[in-house]
């Protein structure tokens, strides 16, 4: 892969645990250190507060500075703890903002359909010029409030400042994207859910068109998700 391609991790991981509900850390730890990733993109990162965090540690393990800003926080008389997206980058960072994209946000009760729903973004430096790197994660049993989200996701990108990409978990394929007058890229369609026997691209990249992706589904067992490896090239 040529060394001015952007290199991107993007994993779903399940709340820190395989799908025997053991911790997952050390291989997440692990696929980062084979693949030396420029950014790191993850989707269901639960961190509780007031305690040692899997997120920093993973970060401080792999030489990593990290973002994390909860969707939504979780917990019985006090925030107990958060639940949503992250993302890790040796890029300097320059700016972080993250958007909700179901509105009003509900209070969380434990379900699904109460999870406040956003997009995470870090505006990073590269030696061509800055962009706008991000993550976003989407219902997977409210169809109507996926359709929401993503074309709320749609209408936020219109004003960014390109170049941008936004890895997530989408729970629904790359045709979905709301086309219009948008001028945008995405990642080629690979099969990451469910890891054990995947069917769904719902893993993937979309950027503004001064990109060019590629992707890679790599083996795991870590997770839910298979692993996906993006290279972004900025053309212009």
């Not at 890895?167 to 369609?189: K, L």
């Amino acid at each position: 892969m040529p060394s001015d391609d952007l290199r991107i991790l993007h994993w779903n991981i399940h709340s820190w645990r395989d799908p025997s509900g053991h911790a997952n850390v050390a291989a997440v730890a692990a696929l980062i250190g084979e693949t030396a990733p420029d950014i790191v993109s993850l989707a269901e990162v639960d961190e509780a507060w007031a305690a040692p965090g899997s997120l920093r540690d993973l970060a401080a393990r792999c030489g990593y500075s990290w973002v994390f800003v909860p969707a939504f926080e979780f917990g019985r008389d006090r925030p107990d703890g958060g639940f949503g997206n992250a993302l890790l980058t040796r890029l300097p960072i320059l700016a972080v903002e993250q958007w909700q994209l179901l509105w009003p946000p509900r209070r969380y009760d434990g379900s699904e359909p109460s999870e406040a729903r956003s997009v995470l973004l870090a505006r990073v430096q590269q030696m061509q010029a800055p962009f706008w790197a991000g993550i976003t994660h989407l219902p997977r049993q409210d169809g109507q409030a996926r359709t929401d989200a993503l074309r709320r996701l749609a209408t936020l990108t219109d004003g960014l400042t390109e170049p941008w990409l936004i890895c997530g978990d989408f729970n629904t394929a790359t045709s979905s994207w709301p086309g219009g007058d948008r001028v945008v890229v995405v990642s080629p369609a690979k099969l990451t859910y469910p890891a054990d026997e995947p069917a769904e691209p719902i893993d993937y990249c979309v950027a503004s068109a001064a990109f060019r992706l590629d992707a890679e589904v790599l083996p795991g067992s870590a997770s839910d998700h298979l692993p996906l490896l993006i290279s972004a090239r900025q053309t212009r």
